[in-house]
Nanobody, 123 residues
């Protein structure tokens, strides 16, 4: 059985930081590109960024550049998302998924979606 489990979300004030974790079971993240996505209330899901199997990074938009970083720990079979300088517009449920390469987030080939973890940025 293959699945992701996202964790690390919570309530944080604007300007604060959070570190999210994407734990894989039943497969090895070393062999995949892993993407982070988010969905805000009443909005469509959007791609945030992706790390390839060779650890190159693709950002899907400009809003998180310089604030969010992604990394993988193959020994723990985990991918992390470090978020700093958080803004209210970052409030969303954050998900991770797997692909062969860092393709467009709008494609339908992403696999092993987790249940997501809630990030709320508010005073």
């Amino acid at each position: 059985q293959t699945q992701f489990v996202e964790s690390g979300g919570g309530l944080v004030q604007p300007g604060g930081s959070l570190r999210l974790s994407c734990q894989a079971s039943g497969f090895t993240v070393d062999y995949y590109a892993i993407g982070w996505f988010r969905q805000a209330p009443g909005k469509e899901r959007e791609g945030v960024l992706c790390i390839s199997d060779s650890d190159s990074v693709r950002y899907y938009g400009d809003s998180v550049k310089g604030r969010f970083t992604i990394s993988r720990d193959n020994a723990k079979n985990t991918v992390s998302l470090q978020m700093t300088s958080l803004k209210p517009e970052d409030t969303a449920v954050y998900y991770c998924a797997a692909e062969e390469i860092c393709v467009s987030p709008s494609t339908t080939d992403w696999l092993h979606w987790g249940q997501g973890t809630q990030v709320t940025v508010s005073s």
